[in-house]
Nanobody
Framework: VQLQAYGGGLVQAGGSLRVSCAAS????????MGWHRQAPGKQRELVAS???????NYADSVKGRFTISRDNAKNTVYLQMNSLKPEDTAVYYC????????????WGQGTQVTVSS
């Protein structure tokens, strides 16, 4: 599975951005996709995920502000980020979990999101 991330950039606090992640394969082999982020000096953390069944999960820090969604026809997952805060500044990585019995994580290249105060 190859993942291509799009979007990101620079935005002022309170603004919005959307990042997209296109997978090279259909949802047939992917059980979940999500976004992780890593800020300088911090560990990578899960931001949001969506399963093949449509269940979503969010980090407490982004609940109510971020929305993850998918377009099955385009094999693409989106992360809509609203009410952005400077602490959301990080490199955002798309990830996909493939397989059930022995799942494998695939990672896309990171995309920088910078929120200015």
């Amino acid at each position: 599975v190859q993942l291509q991330a799009y979007g990101g950039g620079l935005v002022q606090a309170g603004g919005s951005l959307r990042v997209s992640c296109a997978a090279s394969t259909s949802w047939f082999s992917i059980t979940a996709m999500g976004w992780h982020r890593q800020a300088p000096g911090k560990q990578r953390e899960l931001v949001a995920s969506i399963t093949s069944g449509g269940s979503t999960n969010y980090a407490d820090s982004v609940k109510g502000r971020f929305t993850i969604s998918r377009d099955n026809a385009k094999n693409t997952v989106y992360l809509q980020m609203n009410s952005l805060k400077p602490e959301d500044t990080a490199v955002y990585y798309c990830a996909a979990k493939e397989g059930i019995l022995a799942p494998v994580m695939h990672w896309g290249q990171g995309t920088q999101v910078t929120v200015s105060s």
